[in-house]
């Protein structure tokens, strides 16, 4: 039985017709990626150094560790961590670019984690040295 002016049996038929919605799907993997997909440090003067950082993101559908990190290719690219700032994230880093002559240096950021989607992640890494 309604009140008057109310309309109870309508807002029933709206209650019951909200719970009877299917949840929403679960996530079946969980996505990883990292930024920027290509870092390029340009000309550096030989005997300087350049340090650009990276940013590793993940949606929410759970957590994704990140089991190692390395830099490959020429030796001219290293990990800079400890010099990106205390600032840094754990969910970033940092990479250093020293040319050790008047050359073009070419890298491989290389980035390995537990997720079945995506095991792997590099970044392509190239810089010019400058006398």
Do not use: H
């Not at 590793?56 to 830099?71: E, H, L, N, P, R």
């Not at 073009?104 to 989607?117: I, K, N, Q, R």
């Amino acid at each position: 039985m309604a009140l008057p002016g109310r309309s109870l049996p309508l807002l029933a038929l709206v209650a019951c017709q909200y719970y009877r919605q299917a949840p929403p799907p679960a996530c079946d993997r969980t996505q990883i990626s990292i930024a920027p997909a290509r870092i390029d440090f340009g000309g550096v003067t030989v005997g300087q150094s350049a340090i650009t950082t990276f940013a590793i993101s993940q949606d929410y559908c759970g957590a994704v560790s990140v089991k190692s990190v390395a830099v490959t290719g020429d030796p001219e690219f290293t990990l800079a961590l400890q010099d990106a700032g205390a600032g840094l994230a754990a969910s970033a880093g940092a990479v250093r670019f020293s040319p050790s002559g008047s050359n073009t240096f070419e890298g491989l950021l290389v980035l390995t984690t537990d997720s079945e989607a995506v095991p792997v992640l590099e970044v392509w890494l190239s810089g010019q040295g400058l006398p």
